[in-house]
C-alpha cells in the first residue's frame, strides 16, 4: 500500500514566523510531489510542486525534496494569518497518473 | 489552465433518492477522478475515468457508480443515497505530472 504520511496537526505559529511542513511517503518510484492549500470549505489548490531534489521557491514558499529519505516539506517564510489552512502533500508514483494524498497538517497563523 | 466545474455547490437529497453530481472540464484531459473528503479521513478516491467509457474503482466505490459518455464530463451517480453519504465531493482532472486541478466540490447532505 502506497502511503503518505503528514502530520495532522495543528500546527501553531505566530505571524511574521517560518511554517514547517512535512511529509514523508513510502514509494520509492515516486516522481512528482506537490502541495495544495486548501481552506476550510473549500476545494484543493495547488501552491508547489517539485520533482527533483533540492529546494524550490516560489515567493514565501519553498519545498523541498529528498528521495533518498523520501521526505517532503513545505516552508511558508514571513507567515500570515490568511496562510491559515490546511496543507496537503501528494505524490506521483511512477507511470500512475493518480496522485496519492496525505491526511493534512492544520496550520493555524496567529496574529 | 483547465477549469474544472461542478454543478452544484451544495445539494441536500433524501435518503434513497438517486443522485447525480457532474463535473466538466473545459479541456481535453483524459484522467478525471471523484474523490470524497470527511473531516479526519482525507480524501479518498471513489472511481477515476482515463477515457471515455472507461473507469476503475478506487477506494471505496460501494454504493457508487460513475458515468463517461463524453471526455470533457465525468458523472458521479449515487444509486440510492444514504445519510453515511454526506460529504464533501470533490471532482479532480489530472494535468499529468502537472497535478490534478480540483472543482470547487459538492456538499452533499443525505436527511
Known amino acids: 500500500q502506497k502511503e503518505v504520511e503528514q502530520n495532522s496537526g495543528p500546527l501553531s505559529v505566530p505571524e511574521g514566523a517560518i511554517a514547517s511542513l512535512n511529509c514523508t511517503y513510502s514509494?520509492?518510484?515516486?516522481?512528482?510531489f506537490f502541495w495544495y492549500r486548501q481552506y476550510s470549505g473549500k476545494s484543493p489548490e495547488l501552491i508547489m510542486s517539485?520533482?527533483?531534489?533540492g529546494d524550490k521557491e516560489d515567493g514565501r514558499f519553498t519545498a523541498q525534496l529528498n528521495k533518498a529519505s523520501q521526505y517532503v516539506s513545505l516552508l511558508i517564510r514571513d507567515s500570515q494569518p490568511s496562510d491559515s489552512a490546511t496543507y496537503l502533500c501528494?505524490?506521483?508514483?511512477?507511470?500512475?497518473?493518480?496522485?496519492?494524498f496525505g491526511t493534512g497538517t492544520l496550520l493555524a497563523v496567529q496574529p | 489552465d483547465v477549469k474544472v466545474t461542478q454543478s452544484s455547490r451544495y445539494l441536500v437529497k433524501r435518503t434513497g433518492e438517486k443522485v447525480f453530481l457532474e463535473c466538466v472540464q473545459d479541456?481535453?484531459?483524459?484522467?478525471m477522478f471523484w474523490y470524497r473528503q470527511d473531516p479526519g479521513l482525507g480524501l479518498r478516491l471513489i472511481y477515476f475515468?482515463?477515457?471515455?467509457?472507461?473507469?476503475e474503482k478506487g477506494d471505496i466505490p460501494e454504493g457508487y457508480s460513475v458515468s463517461r459518455e463524453k471526455k470533457e464530463r465525468f458523472s458521479l451517480i449515487l444509486e440510492s443515497a444514504s445519510t453515511n453519504q454526506t460529504s464533501m465531493y470533490l471532482c479532480a482532472v489530472s494535468r499529468g505530472a502537472y497535478g490534478y486541478t480540483f472543482g470547487s466540490g459538492t456538499r452533499l447532505t443525505v436527511v
Open positions: 479541456m481535453d484531459h483524459e484522467n
Open positions: 501528494a505524490v506521483k508514483p511512477g507511470a500512475t497518473n493518480k496522485l496519492i
Open positions: 475515468s482515463y477515457d471515455v467509457k472507461m473507469k
Open positions: 514509494d520509492r518510484g515516486s516522481q512528482s
Open positions: 517539485i520533482y527533483s531534489n
